[in-house]
């Protein structure tokens, strides 16, 4: 019923966002930032041995020289990479450094969200093998100052997969991981002030995205240590029901404008939730029945030292006429991106 058909292959590590008329992507330590077919390109510091490993795509990849987020923000980019938070001002063309993290060098992709009135808010995303406390952040001023909104105390979680607003309660959900009692969905306020804990720490409320609808949020497993499936819960009952399993962890999903759900799994170390060693790209039209789209072959290289496979979709209102994919460790696609549509046969 659906074919996946390649527009273009570019040569960007990853592309960020894109949606009418704006893209933003980057390879290294350069962001490219297009917004009404004006380019500016934005250098990020470096230290002197990363500007020599930062050559290679295999070294850049090793040391993790590739990763950064970025968030467009009316004419400005906040940036993550390597431990500092940035404010690139689009108008002057300057470049600030707003924030230090604690423990991590960067967030998942699609983990940095913002209210209607323009708060923005992230948690820290890092190894935290010593289980220190885990900040969250909150902007209230468009990405120019930040301040520690909510902090988890130490031993609670390893880290802060996501934080994300649900328009139909006016609330921010936290997701965090990894291990058993790690696992939570975190519902409060803007402010942090009334806070309620969903799930009981275990792999099924191990997730990296939410999905809301009026009446239920869905996300998709993420977890190697057991099968990854959909799991629906219900907000007025608040149980869940388990959808379709998965062929591994699920890091990243994309909402389409026209209706379709996208969603790939992770290719990570051999445990009981990896099923053959692929990455499977999924489609779904109705949150319910997820149909398989495209298979890739993990590259082979170790993944201890050069990453997990994964495919990763750009943020920004996107059709299935006209969307964006990026990918890490797939045979063929490393560090490469792609704008894609969907041939939808209807009958």
């Known amino acids: 019923m659906f074919e996946l058909k390649i527009k273009a292959k570019t040569d960007k590590e990853i592309i960020h966002y894109a949606e009418s008329g704006t893209l933003v992507s980057s390879k290294g330590n350069t962001i490219f930032f297009k917004k009404n077919q004006v380019i500016q390109t934005v250098k990020l510091p470096q230290k002197a041995i990363e500007k020599i490993f930062g050559w290679f795509r295999l070294s850049r990849r090793a040391l993790r020289l590739d990763k950064c987020n970025v968030v467009p923000v009316d004419n400005n980019l906040i940036i993550v990479r390597q431990g500092n938070v940035y404010l690139y001002d689009g108008e002057k063309e300057t470049l600030t450094q707003t924030l230090t993290l604690r423990n991590c060098r960067n967030v998942l992709h699609q983990s940095i969200n913002k209210t209607p009135e323009g708060y923005i808010y992230f948690g820290e995303y890092g190894t935290n093998t010593k289980r220190l406390n ?6 209230k001023n468009r990405g120019k100052t930040w301040e520690e909104i909510y902090t988890f105390a130490p031993g609670s979680i390893k880290h802060v997969h996501g934080c994300y607003y649900d328009k139909y309660t006016d609330k921010i959900w936290v997701c965090t991981g990894d291990f058993e009692g ?12 009334n806070i309620k804990k969903i799930g009981d720490g275990q792999q099924k409320f191990r997730t990296c995205r939410l999905l809301f609808t009026p009446d239920e949020v869905h996300w ?6 057991e099968p990854s499936h959909h799991i629906i819960f219900d907000r007025t009952s608040e149980s869940i029901k388990v959808g379709s399993r998965f062929h591994g962890p699920v890091w990243y999903l994309k909402v389409l404008t026209d209706g379709y759900y996208l969603a790939a799994n992770s290719v990570e170390e051999p445990g009981e939730g990896i099923i053959d060693g ?17 298979v890739f072959e993990h590259d082979g290289l170790p993944i201890g030292y050069f990453k997990y496979a994964v495919i990763g979709f750009a943020d920004g209102d996107q059709s299935s006429k006209d969307f964006y994919m990026f990918f890490e460790a797939i045979k063929g696609y490393d560090g490469k991106s792609l704008q894609c549509e969907l041939s939808i046969d209807k009958k």
């Open 134 to 139: 885990v900040p969250v952040y909150r902007s």
């Open 220 to 225: 998709v497993m993420d977890s190697p240590l």
């Open 278 to 294: 692929k990455v499977h790209l999924y489609i779904s039209k109705d949150l319910k029945t997820w149909e398989e789209l495209k």
């Open 182 to 193: 790690e696992n939570w969905l975190i519902v409060a306020d803007k402010d942090f002030k």
